[in-house]
């Protein structure tokens, strides 16, 4: 016998998690499936290397389903000005110029996973299925059917894939995904600093790749340099203070004066992929299951998020008629698709260019401060930049349908 819900979410992560919450706050009763649920830390516990950028759209969606109130304030870092650097060309943002609290917030990922499940446990119509690993996906179109490998089984009449890169569901669903190595490696770390980051956060385009600085709790820069694969390498063996003296050398311009301390260093390897659509039939993808991009511009968790803020657009009263919970979705799921797989294809295309500007060298590099220093001198291009970047326009029609149930 298989336990029977109005939608199944596999995939725990922030974006998985927020998806169900958002559906049961819809009236949909949801399972959600993963392996784990996520560690919990102590409050002075070590930051986690992996930081992500919450866009102010994002944490508010995530307050809308009460999970940005679990994210613990020692472990979060608001950035109130953003300045991007690329050959002698710059341009400087700053929160309150747009109307904003903030531009955005620097979370541990682990963080932000750990906050959503304290709200998944605190929700009604969610059933957590954790230990989980999917055995086999069977979808027709009356259900997705789900075994496990425990023996359990669940079904849906809807899934949301939010499984990650490799994502399983992506596969049961017939969806192609196409895929770019950047040869590449992003190389993380913790910094302190001979100033202390008063929140701003920092990039420069190098010849070897984008380099940003982003504000962390107690001062401190978390560090992402992104680097062809050779570099990576070569940069990830030098001692501690051979590697400050390389990152002094391309970051020049920082306003943080000399790099003092580091964390561990890690390196990640970069990959940009893109799932042929966002939906089939009963299936929605989410995330990184729909697609992966560049972190130079800390994107890939707002995308995911918006995906959510999309699906709550589609699936809620704002549409005619609304959608009841267990009906079939297929019509609503097709729209989203439509929806999202444009905003994709447009935000991660120019993340790549942005990206690629350091093949051309010096040249590029100097072009792209030349558009830096215009958009500086214009208030609107500023302005249509952050308003696009913020991601408030999608999450706020997600909060409204939300607040109207």
């Known amino acids: 016998m298989s336990e029977a819900f109005d939608a199944v979410v596999v995939g725990g992560s922030t974006v998985g998690a927020a998806a ?46 009460e999970a940005w109130r679990h994210v613990r304030e020692g472990r979060i870092a608001a950035y109130h ?16 110029e747009h109307g904003l609290p903030a531009l955005g917030w620097i979370v541990e990922l682990g963080e932000l996973d750990r906050a959503c499940w304290q709200a998944l446990a605190a929700r009604r119509r969610i059933t957590r299925l954790v230990p989980g690993e999917v055995e ?179 699936l809620s009263n704002m549409n005619t008629g609304g959608m009841k919970p267990g009906a079939d979705p297929t019509r609503r799921l097709a729209r989203y698709s439509r929806r999202r797989f444009s905003d994709s294809v447009l935000v991660a295309g120019g993340i790549h260019l942005f990206n690629e500007v350091r093949t051309l060298g010096t040249p590029g590099l100097y072009a792209m401060g030349a558009g830096f220093d215009a958009m500086r001198l214009s208030r609107s291009a500023r302005d249509a930049f952050v308003q696009r970047a913020s991601g408030l326009s999608e999450a706020r029609k997600a909060c409204r349908a939300l607040n109207d149930l």
């Open 20 to 65: 169900a919450l958002a559906l049961a706050r819809l009236g949909h009763e949801v399972a959600i499936i993963d392996r784990s649920e996520p560690a919990d830390t102590a409050d002075d516990a070590p930051l986690d290397a992996r930081v992500v950028a919450v866009s102010p759209g994002s944490m508010q969606l995530l307050e809308a389903l």
């Open 81 to 96: 000005e953003m300045q991007v650097m690329s050959g002698r060309g710059h341009v400087e943002f700053a929160a309150g």
């Open 136 to 314: 086999a996906i069977d979808i027709d179109g009356d259900a997705a059917r789900i075994r496990l490998s425990d023996g359990n089984r669940v079904e849906g009449a809807m899934l949301i894939g939010a499984d990650g890169q490799q994502s399983r569901v992506r596969t049961a669903a017939g969806i192609g995904v196409t895929s770019h190595h950047y040869n590449q490696k992003a190389i993380v770390t913790h910094l302190e600093t001979e100033k202390l980051n008063p929140g701003i956060a920092w990039q420069r385009f190098t010849e070897l790749g984008p380099l940003a600085l982003l504000p962390l709790p107690e001062g401190r820069s978390s560090l992402v340099w992104s680097v062809h694969d050779d570099e990576a390498a070569r940069l990830m063996q030098l001692d501690d203070e051979t590697f400050c003296d390389a990152l002094a050398e391309h970051a020049a311009g920082s306003p943080f004066g000399a790099f003092e301390t580091l964390g561990q260093r890690h390196a990640i390897p970069l990959v940009r992929r893109q799932s042929g659509a966002l939906a089939a039939g009963r299936v929605a993808l989410a995330g990184d299951a729909a697609r992966s991009v560049h972190p130079l511009a800390g994107q890939g968790l707002n995308l995911g998020l918006g995906d959510v803020a999309a699906l709550i657009e589609q």
